[in-house]
T-cell receptor, first 112, second 115 residues
């Protein structure tokens, strides 16, 4: 049972372009939506996060857009750089404590 | 420095063998988690623990076992009952309370291969 659906599975973008990754969720009790970045052979690390009372959050070149009525949120990577090549996971926090449910991941490749 | 340490980095298991993956944290986090990562399937939760001497099954607990005898440690045993154990295993820790962000810290993972 996948409660957070992420798309696309993979993405190729030219340097300087915009990478867009989308996530959809079903559980309206989710109250916190982080994005994680993972480089090969490493554990994921928190990139940026948003709460459902906010429609957009920007940190540097990374922006989360959140649509509560559609139960969707997305990550935009502006001016993509080769160093952004990684796997990105969206996640959502449910009712029980601090447990996160992760999406399936998106492998992003930024070509120079 | 505070962090979470997984060992070993690479592990090879023979058919029918049990193996144990180590996870230690010095972040004073209450909660610890084990995830399995397979290509194209994201992070799937195996077990999690909110507090010492208590743990809960995640989505794919069959063939795995855990213990939480100390706050700092949450070892995962991959038993012979797990028929397809080859994967990348990630341990994480976090506060259990919901104040602030999720505060998840991940280890660098253990890659397990059946030989």
């Amino acid at each position: 049972q996948q409660q957070v659906k992420q798309s696309p599975q993979s993405l190729i973008v030219q340097k300087g372009g915009i990478s867009i990754i989308n996530c959809a969720y079903e559980n309206t009790a989710f109250d916190y939506f982080p994005w994680y970045q993972q480089f090969p052979g490493k554990g994921p690390a928190l990139l940026i996060a948003i709460r459902p009372d906010v429609s957009e959050k920007k940190e540097g070149r990374f922006t989360i857009s959140f649509n509560k009525s559609a139960k969707q949120f997305s990550l935009h990577i502006m001016d993509s750089q080769p160093g952004d090549s990684a796997t990105y996971f969206c996640a959502a926090r449910g009712e029980a404590g601090n447990k996160l449910t992760f999406g399936g991941g998106t492998r992003v490749l930024v070509k120079p | 420095d505070g962090g979470i340490t997984q060992s070993p980095k690479y592990l090879f298991r023979k058919e029918g063998q049990n193996v144990t993956l180590s996870c230690e944290q010095n972040l004073n986090h209450d909660a610890m988690y084990w995830y399995r990562q397979d290509p194209g399937q994201g992070l799937r939760l195996i077990y999690y623990s909110q507090i010492v001497n208590d743990f809960q099954k995640g989505d794919i607990a069959e063939g795995y076992s855990v213990s939480r005898e100390k706050k700092e440690s949450f070892p995962l045993t991959v038993t012979s009952a797990q028929k397809n154990p080859t994967a990348f295993y990630l341990c994480a820790s976090s506060p259990w309370d919901r104040v602030g962000g999720d505060g998840y810290t991940f280890g660098s993972g253990t890659r397990l291969t059946v030989v």
